[in-house]
């Protein structure tokens, strides 16, 4: 059974901060893995799709990683801003297989 | 190209109503399927559908009803409303196979049940 795990479950940085999300799954016959971005009391909003023959996507200043061998996604959001402010999730899912969410990691970007 | 577009925003139900949550997508995806999410608890699949004609049950699918006679629409009706069914509805979307696999979101419906 997939299991993902995000840690930290929440992040405190200040604006201007490059800085990486982490997400960790059991299974590594993933067939893609996505991240999200949720605001409070909001929908998610997809970010980027790394599919399993991928290592890597790029949107702006988002780069998602993606190593199979060793179970890993990171998301790196360079030059932090206080609209990244959000709760970001890592969800991995196989053809018609349900989705499997992480926790989530909280992240606050202080001004 | 709307995506998936979710009705209501926000309902209130007295317990025993029934009603229906709308969602339907532009996409001519495959996949579609219902979660709830509520505080402490992540998102909690109900229902799931891989096509029109075909749905098949998530973790939580007691007090709920699903259908798809069509690719677009995937409607989740509560039969009886129960407090413990207050929660944030979201319906989500994708195809199953390559660039088409990514995933989307309604905006939720946020129903509470008194």
């Known amino acids: 059974k997939q299991e993902v795990t995000q840690i930290p479950a929440a992040l405190s940085v200040p604006e201007g901060e490059n800085l990486v999300l982490n997400c960790s799954f059991t299974?590594?016959?993933?067939?893609?893995l996505q991240w999200f971005r949720q605001d409070p009391g909001k929908g998610l909003t997809s970010l980027l799709l790394?599919?399993?023959?991928?290592r890597e996507q790029t949107s702006g200043r988002l780069n998602a990683s993606l190593d199979k061998s060793s179970g890993r996604s990171t998301l790196y959001i360079a030059a932090s801003q206080p609209g990244d402010s959000a709760t970001y999730l890592c969800v991995t899912f196989q053809g018609a297989q349900k989705l499997v969410f992480g926790q989530g990691t909280r992240l606050t970007i202080n001004p | 190209n709307a995506g998936v577009t979710q009705t209501p925003k926000f309902q209130v139900l007295k317990t025993g109503q029934s009603m229906t949550l709308q969602c339907a997508q532009d996409?001519?995806?495959?996949?579609m399927s219902w979660y709830r999410q509520d505080p402490g608890m992540g998102l909690r699949l109900i229902h799931y559908?891989?096509?029109?004609?075909?749905?098949d049950q998530g973790e939580v699918p007691n007090g709920y009803n699903v259908s798809r006679s069509t690719t677009e629409d995937f409607p989740l009706r509560l039969l009886s409303a129960a407090p413990s069914q207050t929660s944030v509805y979201f319906c989500a979307s994708r195809g199953l196979e390559g660039a088409k696999s990514e995933a989307f979101f309604g905006q939720g419906t946020r129903l509470t049940v008194v």
């Open positions: 299974d590594s016959a993933i067939y893609n």
């Open positions: 559908s891989v096509g029109a004609g075909i749905t």
């Open positions: 996409m001519n995806h495959e996949y």
């Open positions: 790394i599919q399993s023959s991928q």
